[in-house]
């Protein structure tokens, strides 16, 4: 059955000895029950086959039907699906605020919105598209496609994952709804002290903005150690380190880099609410605190941030660049090396959001230094995009041309970035619309233009359906000329003197015609993205049916149903190249032997991709969406009394008893 | 390979499947790094990590824009904080006992080390209470009190997260699911407790002697 490697077949399967370890579960010398032979009376896939396989599996990997059923899913797709499409809504309404401010903004001495409405808006649209929209859409399609493309059945800790949507959730809708009831933060989107402290902000605004942080920050962490998890142990047989696609490198460095970067944000929301709620003094200089600190913590987050929202775009990027371009990745080692250095230097660059704080100027230079450093590995992978496109073959379809939107505007904010980057500009700029249209070029042209490609491209696989090409062309047009109308008069705007956060302004400022621009270029931008929805929505429908593999693309996602079955593949494939499906064009090699009847997937070693284990993963629990709700109560609790932290706890640990106790009946018990 | 012709695929079929290797004989789990969990707590000792490495850091940064330091207060009592770090070292040893009974899947010595491990954590919660009346300062006194109660009121998070991971763990090797990958658990649990020893060690250091040598 195994063929051995001959040197005119690159592809060929490895022999046996070098896709699996061999070695016992048990330590040695330990008779340990798991190297007990698996019963004999269960199913296993190398007993059927066919149509039969796929309807077995298809149900012991399935997800209940009812509302019970679709609460306790752990299913991965389904999950990811859930994710998706929430972050897409937070991402109208962060949109949505947007528009209300440009409307605000494109006449002098406007009154449609007071100052106070005016202050949420602001608030409202940077933490929904950073905290709500940015870094969850790149976990998500982690969630979706990183088991998929490492060619396994469900996410590491499907409980956690499940758990950390619910909590996600809850956090987004309690900041909204408390923006509804007119008690939204105010604050700003970092909330500084001592504005958002408990001199200047009495209420419960603020509070509000800081739980919100520790929602989302709790689901983020959680979902980024599944997905470091599943990448490191869940790879299909044969998937060593230099075959891991580039998509699912961008998603491992960026799930490191919210592993340390969120417990800062959380140590500045955490003290903040204490300085507010039980009277700390971290942050009152009154008693020994100090405000600048706060601004530390937030920033040592805050710029890797802005990378954790950058990193799962390169993901996109590669994916579509290499399909389209029909070849493999130009550079592959200098692509996933440049990946990790941005992950490195992320953490050196805070300091450059605070160059007007009156900070050393030795520690100024230095920040300047390593602000310029990280163009570097970033200028690399722009390279070695276009060295693959330029050798290729690209075919211009909708995902390439938003990716081809996204050289131009990323770029143009990155030149805009190292201008940034020099302390005396910065101070000159600092708080102006010129920063607001650096960051947007960069957020934008790096996040949302890739984030786009990425829905037409993997459209086919979540639904089984293609998008309609033509309205995705029109869609691209509208899109790019109405984000560079918006947003390239704010660069002059800004070097004209408005600041960023001003309610409205006078006539005689003379800025009046260019904000009028930027407002039209905004209602085309927001028109773009009402003709996508349009797309989605009809193509989800009635758009043509596409096949498992509509791009003729390489990697494993493709080599499952569009959409995938519950169980992704009937059996897990080795792998043998980086793009399996281009090198196995007419049958895929498989690893046979796991069960039919329950839910098997196979670990493997983390370097090597080598088959070690075939464990049971975790089946579908309510527990998780019980444990988040008992956690919504505290933490919305615990912004009204301490004494929540005391009653909140007992239900929380009861649910999360409730989650690991193990249940009668399932593999582990036997 | 490199520069196929492009043209979209019609076919509603999937690839065949070739078999090439069989795992049915494969463990169905194993210890430490070969184990997914381990990896998890890892990770989440990590980003736990990551947080005591914030709170160290707000402390000194507090030191530092304040020159004296504590802020007036007497320093912490020592006692109390001087046992639960001999109780908290010693606790290392049947910890160690308890990561190897359960690799060996050896029932009755892990149901005897949780056990102990359990008493150990509450006899630490007990001191970390008595502790905690020797600070001499309140956490709304000022800057130094909020600090210190920071990095205790964290540890103490952690102390209470294990010592509940711990009990529910022991109640689950007296029923009928004590077997098999269980003993994994208790291998991962007693991972965590080293995470909880290793993090306090710093802290102890940090809060109970540096205000007497700065």
């Known amino acids: 059955m195994t063929k051995a490697i001959t040197p005119h077949e690159l592809d060929a399967v490895p022999e046996v000895t070098r896709l699996a370890t061999g070695e016992r579960g048990g330590v040695s010398g330990a008779r340990s029950e798991a190297d007990y032979s698996p019963d004999p009376k269960e199913l296993r896939d190398d007993q059927v086959d066919g149509p039969e396989l796929t309807a077995r599996l298809a149900k012991t990997w399935g997800t209940q039907k009812g509302l019970i059923g ?65 870094v969850p859409i790149g976990e998500a399609f982690a969630v979706y496609l990183v088991p998929l493309m490492v060619g396994t059945r469900n996410i590491a800790f499907p409980r956690l994952n499940a758990f950390s949507y619910y909590v996600y ?33 009495p209420g419960k605004r603020a509070d509000i903005w800081a739980q919100m942080i520790t929602f989302t920050e709790v689901a983020g962490i959680s979902v980024a150690i599944s997905v470091i998890v599943t990448v490191f142990k869940l790879r299909a047989p044969g998937m060593t380190l230099d075959r891991i696609p580039l998509f699912v490198w961008a ?56 990378y954790i929202i950058f990193l799962p775009a390169t993901g996109w990027v590669s994916a579509i660049v290499v399909t389209f371009a029909r070849r493999q990745a130009f550079g592959y080692i200098a692509l996933v090396l440049s990946l990790i250095a941005t992950g490195f230097l992320s953490f050196g660059l805070w300091v450059h959001h605070m160059f007007t704080t009156g900070l050393p100027q030795l520690g100024a230079s230095f920040f300047t230094a390593s602000s310029m450093l990280i163009a570097i590995p970033n200028g690399i992978q722009i390279f070695c995009w276009i060295a693959t496109l330029w050798d290729g073959r690209p075919v211009f379809r909708t995902p390439l041309l938003f990716v081809i939107g996204f050289f131009f505007i990323f770029v143009a904010g990155g030149l805009s970035g190292i201008m940034l980057a020099s302390v005396p500009l910065d101070a000159q700029v600092h708080d102006t619309f010129f920063v607001v249209a650096h960051f947007h070029y960069v957020l934008i042209g790096g996040n949302v233009f890739p984030l786009i490609g990425a829905i037409y491209y993997w459209f086919p696989k979540f639904t089984g359906r293609m998008m309609n090409e033509r309205l995705g062309k029109w869609h691209f047009g509208l899109a790019f000329i109405g984000f560079n109308v918006a947003f390239f008069p704010m660069h002059i705007t800004g070097l004209m003197g408005m600041p960023r956060r001003v309610y409205t302004y006078l006539p005689e400022m003379g800025w009046g015609n260019l904000n009028m621009i930027s407002t039209i270029g ?82 493997s070693t983390v370097t090597a991709g080598r088959a070690d284990l075939r464990e049971s993963t975790p089946e579908p629990s309510i527990w998780p969406f019980l444990s988040a709700v008992a956690i919504t109560i505290l933490f919305v609790g615990s912004m009204f009394t301490p004494w929540a932290l005391v009653w909140g706890t007992p239900p929380l640990a009861l649910a999360l008893i409730g989650w690991f106790w193990p249940k009668a009946g399932t593999e582990d018990e036997r | 390979m490199t520069k196929a012709s492009f043209q979209p695929q019609d076919s509603e079929e999937l690839l065949p499947h070739r078999i090439v290797l069989n795992v049915r004989s494969m463990p169905s789990y194993a210890y430490g790094h070969r184990s997914p969990i381990w990896w998890g707590t890892v990770a989440f000792a990590a980003a736990e990590g990551m947080g005591f490495a914030m709170a160290i850091g707000v402390y000194f940064y507090l030191v530092f824009i304040n020159g004296n330091w504590p802020l007036s207060a007497p320093p912490p009592d020592l006692f109390w904080p001087s046992l639960f770090t001999v109780v908290l070292l010693v606790s290392a040893w049947p910890n ?18 949780l056990v102990i491990m359990s008493l150990a954590g509450i006899v630490l919660l007990v001191i970390r209470i008595m502790e905690f009346n020797g600070l001499h300062v309140r956490w709304d006194q000022n800057a130094y009190g909020s600090a210190v109660w920071l990095l205790l009121g964290l540890h103490t998070l952690h ?49 109970y002697w540096f205000p007497r040598w700065w």
């Open chain 1, 70 to 134: 679709a609460l306790s899913t752990v299913d991965h797709k389904v999950i990811g699906r859930r994710y998706i499409i929430t972050a897409l809504f937070f991402l109208f309404l962060g949109g949505l605020s947007a528009v209300a401010m440009r409307l605000q903004l494109a006449r002098p001495e406007s009154s449609l919105i007071g100052p106070d409405l005016y202050n949420q808006l602001f608030t409202m649209h940077g933490t929904t598209m950073m905290f709500l929209f940015g």
């Open chain 2, 159 to 207: 102390l209470l997260t294990d010592l509940g991971d711990t009990v529910v763990l022991t109640v689950l090797m007296f029923t009928r699911h004590g077997h098999g990958k269980r003993f994994s658990d208790v291998g991962d649990n007693a991972f965590y407790w080293y995470f909880v020893v290793a993090s306090w060690l710093p802290i102890y250091l940090i809060l």
């Open chain 1, 251 to 306: 998603e491992l460095i960026n799930s490191f880099v919210i592993i340390f970067a969120m417990p800062a944000v959380v140590t500045a929301s955490a003290l903040l609410l204490m300085d507010r709620l039980v009277g700390t003094h971290i942050f009152n200089p009154a008693e020994g605190g100090d405000a600048l600190l706060y601004q530390h913590l937030f920033w040592f987050f805050g710029h890797p941030e802005v």
């Open chain 2, 96 to 113: 160690a006992r308890a990561k190897r009974d359960g690799e060996q899947e050896n029932l009755s010595a892990t149901r005897r080390n």
């Open chain 1, 169 to 201: 959730l809850f956090g987004g809708l309690m900041i909204w709804l408390a923006f509804m009831l007119n008690i939204g933060p105010d604050v700003g989107w970092f909330a500084y002290v001592p504005l958002s402290g408990p001199e200047f902000s």
């Open chain 1, 522 to 603: 905004a209602a085309v931008f927001f028109g773009s993205f009402l003709l996508f929805l349009y797309n989605i929505v009809t193509s989800a429908r009635r758009g043509p049916l596409a096949g498992p593999n509509p791009w003729n693309a390489g990697t494993l996602e493709w080599a499952s149903a569009s959409p995938p079955m519950p169980q992704n593949f009937d059996r897990i494939p080795i792998v043998t190249n980086r793009e399996p499906l281009w090198a196995h064009r007419d049958s895929l090699p498989v690893a046979a032997g796991l069960s039919v009847e329950n839910r098997e997937q196979i670990v």
